[in-house]
């Protein structure tokens, strides 16, 4: 992310969706997130694997407004050799 905090609106004016690159264990998810949360927006929608790191836990707590997990499940998120939760 090449975008700096003094770049956009505060926190309490910010929205942000992100999807971002996952990488093994959500590594990538967790470390693109971390970096976002700098912004400290007001609210945060994520696109992301069950991996990553839950935002409820993290130093400054996000609360979760919603989350969906059969939707996306399956091959939205299909990696070769990898199978969902029905082993499909």
């Keep these: 992310m090449t975008v700096k905090p003094s770049e956009l609106p505060t926190g309490s004016h910010l929205i942000m969706g992100l999807n971002p690159p996952f990488g093994v264990q959500a590594a990538l998810a967790n470390k693109f997130i971390d970096q976002a949360l700098e912004f400290k927006p ?8 069950q991996e990553t790191q839950r935002l409820d836990k993290k130093k400054l707590p996000y609360d979760l407004v919603w989350k969906e997990d059969e939707e996306l499940s399956g091959k939205s998120f299909y990696l070769p050799g990898s199978i969902d939760v029905n082993d499909k």
Excluded at 42 to 49: E, M
């Design 42 to 49: 007001k609210l945060l929608v994520l696109i992301v694997p």
